[in-house]
């Protein structure tokens, strides 16, 4: 690959981000008519990653993972009403030990991916503890690990978790107690405005601290709190919340 061509002809860079927004919003379409949960994510991560195997060049559109992110994260944070917040801090021993739990069985499981893999403890331990992909990546890098490998095993538990298990769930007919789990409905223009700056400027200062996932917990913890507080500036849009899935998915 030669950076230098790249550089002076936009249009090769430009090309593949295009092919790749196309064959998402087309994917996101088609996954829409079938029985499948989040279609507007699986939908482009199907398509796009099948176009790659298949050896078709798309490439992601810069910061859009970014956005997605801070679009969901907002989006969820609308959910904290007083009651799951309750409900949060009943429970909150059992979430706090599943985490921890969680992490135990990564480094198990780190453990067996050496032996089967070759792959030195390091990079191991860092491609099976959960966290997110572009994150745990950054972290192995800095501990000496192999940031390609390590991106590799996290893209293909995502793409594993995502596509399989809301898909179980929703053909398995399982339901939860939404009791008072409904976010905002009525959209504000200024006060999604206000939410999404808000939102932005929380990533902004939780990346600068150097958390990972910044640009999801940044904008999730702002939204609760202001969801927690009674006083939400506004609803996500759905088609800016479908918009948000697809960057993020492809």
Known sequence: YDMSTSMKS??????????????????????????????WMLGPMSVVGVAGIRGVRVGALRGGRQAGQVVIGCALGLYFSAEVTRQLVAYGGYIVGAAFAAIGIGALGSVLLKRLSGMNAVTAFFASVPGGASEMAVLAERAGARFDQVAL???????????FIPLAVTLSGASGNAFSAHAPTLVDARGLCLLLALACAAACLVARIRIPNAWLLGPLIVSALITISGQPLSAVPPLLSNAAQLLIGC
């Open 153 to 163: 095993a996290h893209s293909l538990r995502v793409l594993i978790a995502v596509s």
């Open 10 to 39: 936009p249009s090769c860079s430009l090309l593949p981000i295009l092919t790749a927004l196309a064959l998402s919003v087309g994917g996101g379409f088609v996954f829409r008519l079938l029985p499948v949960p989040l279609p």
